[in-house]
């Protein structure tokens, strides 16, 4: 579908079910108020929960060389200085 449709307040209010069901085909519904966009009508989107420090604990393993760097590396990094 996906098409703008524009509303009043009135015709909004007897018609939510309908407008509601375009909404989630994919079509973008405009409130108006005095014949100008007053309100856009979205789909509900889930919001990501809280994040939980500590919730990986145990599950993530660090080598115990983690933080040793080869001297080559290092090198590459830094060049002839």
């Known amino acids: 579908m996906n098409e703008l449709v524009q509303v009043n307040m009135h ?40 994040r939980k420090p500590g919730r990986l604990k145990g599950l993530i393993r660090i080598s115990a060389d983690f933080d040793k760097t080869s001297e080559d590396i290092i090198d590459g990094f830094e060049g002839d200085l």
């Open 11 to 50: 015709e909004a209010k007897s018609q939510l079910s309908e407008l509601a069901e375009r909404v989630w085909h994919g079509d973008k519904v405009v409130i108006t108020r005095a014949g100008k966009p007053y309100l856009d009508l979205l789909p509900h989107i889930d919001t990501p929960g809280a």
